[in-house]
Structures are given as C-alpha cells and as structure tokens.
C-alpha cells in the first residue's frame, strides 16, 4: 500500500511540475516528460517506462532501430528491448517523442553482454598509466591500451632527419627506431613512460578514433564533421570514452568543443621532412612538418600475446600518364615502387587491342601492338596493383598513343612567321600525343603590372590554360584594368595571357627542365648543359628579332646577371588576392600581391596546328 501511494505522490509531483496557479484555477502544462536516459537490461523483453503528462491529443515516438520497440500514449512511454544484445558493447539509439508542437529527445541504451576472466574496454593497466581501448573479439585476454596522460602540443622531433620508421600498424617497431628521442619529443615521450608503451602507428591511431568515436572512419555510414557537426551517437560514444579516461585519472581525448579539434602525432614517417597524424575532432589522416608543428602525444602498449596484422599494401608510380608514339612497336616505361614482393605486381588494361605491357622487376613496361590510323589520339586506362589476397593495392595510369600525322609534326623551337596581321612566335610546346598541335610564344615582351585597380576583384583564375583566364578577365568587364589582357590581344586573334603551368613549360623549354637534380640558380653558377641550351634559345629569339627571355640583348642567357627576369602569369593564388610569377634567370615560382606597383614582364601564347 506504501508503494502505491508513494507512486501516486510521484505522479502528482510530476504532473504538478510547471503548473501555473492563481486563486482561480490550476493550469494542466502542454508537456511534461520524467527521463530523457534510458537503459534496458541486455535480455530481450526488458523495458523501462517513463512518465508523460499533456494536454495534446496524440503522441508519437520515432525512431530507426532493429532492437527496440516504443509504445506511447499521453501518459507514458514503454521502452522494450526486442531482442537480446549478445555483443560485448552498449549499444545506443535516439527516440524523438513528438506532441503538438513540442518534441523530447531520449537517448536508450541497451547493456552489454557481462564478459568474465577477460580484459574490457575501459579497464586500467597493470601499471596504472593507462586504460584498455581494444580487446581482441576472439581471444580477450589480448587487447591494446592508450595512455591515460598525454604530452601537449609540441613538435615531432627538434631535428628533421628519416628513421625508416614506415610501418602503418606496427608502432612498437617503428618506435624502436627512434633512439634519440628525448622525454619532449613525441617517441621519446612514449618509450620514457616504461615498458612496453610506444608511440602508435598511424593504424593504431586509426584504431583509438574507432574506439573513441563509436562509429569507426571506415563505417559507410561515417561522416568526417566537425566537433558541432556530429550525430548524436558519436556525441554519447565520445563522452562515455572520456569519462572512463577522467574517472581513472586520465585526460580526455579532445579537450576542444568546436571545430577541427585535436591531432595526434604517430609514429609512422611521410619522409625525412614529415610524420603522419590523426585529427580526432573532425577525422583526418594527415602528414604534418616534424619540426614547427605542434601536435599532441598518447602513448600504447599491448596487452597479452598481440600480434600486428600484415602491413597494408602501398603502391606508387613514377608517373601517372605514358604516352606512346605513334608507329607499332613503340614503348614506354614506368617504375614501380611498393613495399609486397614484386613478384605480385599486375596490371589490367582497359583496351588491349592495341596496348599490351611486361613485367620486369620494378620496372613495367607498355607496347603499342599497332600504329594509331585512327586520325586521333587514343588512350586506354591500365590498373597496376601490388599485393595478394584481401590486402592489395591499386594505382590507374593513363596510357596514349599519338595519331600518325601525315604532315611534318612541329619542333621544339620551330619560328612561325607572321601572316594576315597575326603575330607569329617561337614553339615552345608539343603535344606529346599530336605532333600536329603546338603552342607558340611571343616574339616580343612587356613589362606591366598585373592590375591597375588598387581594390582589384577575384577572378578565379585557376585554370591551367591561360585562355580559358584570359577570358575569364574579360568576361568581368574589368579588362581595361588589367593591361596584359589588351597586350595580349593586340598581337591578333588567339593569343592568350599565359597561365603559370604554361609559363614553368616555356622555363623548361628554355632551360631544359627544371626536375630530378635540378638546382635553382643564377645564370652564372648553372651546368654547362643549362648554360648551352639557355644561350641557343636566346639566340633563337634574337635571330627572329625578339626579345631575349632573360636579360638584355647584350647579355641574356648565361651572362644574364642576377636573379633574372620575372614573367607575371594569369593564375591566381587560392585566395585570389595574389598572382603567381616564374623566375627565370634563377629559378623562382613564386606570387605576390596582384595590385603590386612592380611590373614584370608579359609574353603571350598561341596554340597552332598543321592539317594532317
């Protein structure tokens, strides 16, 4: 009879909450609801009911959830498991309870299956520096830990220098590795902690952001979003994950409520320059400069008899496109690199009609099976992979092969002559798959600056054909402001203010390339190959009656002095408040403000072709 009454208080309690009185009359609320958290036992046909009191006719419950079932009326809510959870985990799901206009959100949880003589999630170590974040499913006596305290943010190492430390799961090795470290660097912070704890690889990181966010970076139902951006799941899933971390004395994960949040340095190397992390606020796996960049520190360690997984496969190419000659029988090249056995490299062509390669090493090799009379250029895709069984991986490259051309193809260097009031120029480029199609520069040269409008617009000049900005330029209706445009123009139909792809593609023409070995620097200290070809170019130019590239007319290519010219091209930076431009005396790829007062020089571009 007490429980009777005490539950009739109760609801009298609940009913009154937010009641509004006068000596008049008593107001019943529009909606009143007694638990926003719910857990059910893990057996199936456990239930919890709630309390409602309103004054609206209809309440709903909506929810997308297999195990649970909701039945609501005005004056309760009865949450019933519908089936048993037979995993190891707390599983989680939102209800919306809906009257009127007035909605109620409650988070339901169901328990876990109760494990025994094994590790969990959430259990201290032997050591009681950390807390077990990953047990094996088929054998939990074996799991990982992450330390409960972490270095804040610091750099990776104070000198940049490569370890060899590559492995993407295995950050105990790669930690091994790193014998100078000191207890402020990030491996060092991890071996000083005591036996057994490492700093992770960028897996293992992977793995911690799993266990932390409750919904795992490679589920299809992830979404990378900032902190304010996450489902509700991942909200409960971050929280309970913290409060186990705080409650045995640790700290938490991402200690930031908005944003990106927090990255952690692995121990898995990009190259002597760069080390990979995770961002744990919005996912990303990223590489950041070793020096200069701060990022914090959590340490592992293994716990029972684990063994890291086999290393996932990695494959790069030397090249992403090939491009082959015309005739039968022609062949290109690219290498390989991968860290399986070589002896799993294979590669699948699109079109095999005409396109066939070898395996050598390394090395592979593609041979046109016939000469390409198609009156086109023709290309296939061809996907190289590396690796066996469920761990491979894959890398397409673009293979072409140049139409034969009946007329006599264009050559580097080749002068068109004016015609019909159209300036003509000097052919810098090829077409590597049509000889028929080249793109010429100007003779002559100006030196202007890139704008005249102090408060100049963003255009979006980003386009690797610098006809494409050019006309962007004009489309704006601010041509006027930006005088290259009209000197451009002015030299006939077609010509074009180059881009800066199009401006580093003459600097190779000039100077014979500007990769591999390469050294920026000024004319004098150049190779004697560079120094050769830059003096036959400016003679080129100057023969034709032009303007050297570099210099004066008495004293261009190699007795060019100092830095050299630079040629403003029509490519903006990302931010569009700058302008990219080429160095070419010493090498430079370099930008500055748009509405510089510094002018530079101009040339233009003009694409030619030949009638097969």
């Keep these: 009879m007490k429980k009777i009454l005490g539950f009739a208080a109760a609801l009298v309690t609940l009913l009154c909450v937010g009641c509004t009185s006068d000596d008049r009359v008593r107001v019943m609320p529009e909606f009143s609801y007694s638990d926003r958290t719910v857990t059910l036992g893990r057996a199936e046909g456990s239930s919890f009911t709630a309390l409602i009191a309103t004054t609206e006719s209809v309440v709903e419950a909506e929810f997308d959830c297999a195990w649970l079932s909701v039945d609501v009326n005005r004056r309760r809510a009865v949450f019933t498991a519908t089936e048993t959870n037979e995993s190891s985990e707390t599983r989680t799901t939102q209800v919306t309870l809906r009257a009127g206009t007035f909605v109620e959100q409650v988070t339901v949880n169901q328990s876990a299956v109760e ?8 259990d201290p170590t032997d050591d009681g520096l950390g807390m077990i974040f990953w047990v094996d499913p088929s054998d939990r006596t074996i799991g990982k830990a992450v330390s409960l305290a972490r270095l804040e943010g610091k750099p990776f190492e104070s000198t940049m220098k490569a370890h060899g430390a590559e492995s993407r799961v295995d950050g105990l090795a790669n930690t091994a590795l790193y014998t100078e470290h000191t207890a402020e660097e990030a491996a060092g912070y991890c071996t000083a902690m005591g036996e057994g704890w490492y700093l992770p690889a960028s897996g293992e990181l992977n793995e911690l952001f799993d266990a932390y966010n409750g919904i795992g970076h490679e589920d299809p139902s992830f979404v990378a979003a900032t902190i304010e951006a996450l489902s509700d799941p991942e909200k409960i899933a971050r929280a309970a994950f913290d409060r186990m971390l705080t409650d045995l004395g640790g700290t938490v994960i991402d200690a930031t409520a908005s944003g990106n949040g927090q990255s952690y340095w692995s121990s898995t190397e990009y190259d002597e320059q760069n080390s990979y992390g995770v961002r744990f606020g919005k996912y990303a796996v990223d590489k950041w400069k070793k020096s200069g960049t701060a990022r914090f520190v959590r340490c592992v360690r293994r716990v029972g008899a684990y063994l890291p997984p086999e290393e996932p496969a990695i494959l790069t190419l030397s090249a992403q496109s090939l491009a082959l000659e015309a005739a039968a029988g022609s062949t290109a090249s690219i290498a390989a690199t991968t860290n399986k056995e070589l002896s799993t490299l294979a590669v699948t062509i699109d079109d095999p009609s005409w396109l066939a390669c070898e395996i050598s090493g390394a090395t592979i090799t593609f041979r046109a099976l016939s000469a390409n009379e198609t009156g086109d250029a023709r290309t296939t895709t061809a996907v190289v992979t590396a690796g066996s069984g469920g761990n491979t991986a894959s890398v397409a490259l673009t293979v072409s092969q140049a139409k034969l051309v009946a007329v006599e193809p264009w050559q580097a260097g080749e ?26 520069v100007s003779l002559a040269r100006a030196s202007l600056v890139w704008t005249t409008d102090a408060s100049a617009p963003v255009y979006g000049l980003t386009d690797p054909d610098g006809a494409v900005n050019t006309q962007k330029i004009i489309d704006s209706g601010t041509a006027a402001d930006v005088p290259a445009v009209g000197w451009c123009r002015a030299l006939g139909e077609g010509w074009y203010w180059p881009s800066r792809q199009e401006l580093i593609l003459l600097y190779d023409f000039y100077n014979g390339g500007h990769g591999g070995d390469f050294i920026a620097a000024v004319p004098a200290e150049l190779t004697a190959a560079e120094k050769e070809r830059r003096d036959r170019i400016e003679k080129l130019f100057l023969d034709a009656g032009g303007d050297p590239l570099n210099g004066t007319p008495e004293a261009c290519g190699s007795q060019a002095a100092g830095n050299g010219d630079s040629y403003w091209a029509s490519t903006e930076t990302s931010g569009g408040d700058k302008a990219f431009y080429i160095r070419f005396g010493k090498y430079g790829d370099l930008n500055l403000s748009k509405t510089s007062a510094t002018p530079r020089s101009i040339r233009a571009v003009r694409v030619v072709e030949k009638s097969n």
């Excluded at 015609?419 to 049509?434: C, R």
């Design 415 to 440: 002068i068109v002559p004016d015609a019909d009031g159209l300036k003509g120029g000097v052919v810098f480029w090829v077409d590597p798959t049509d000889g028929t199609k080249a793109k010429i």
């Design 115 to 122: 494990e025994t003589g094994g590790l969990k999630v959430g």
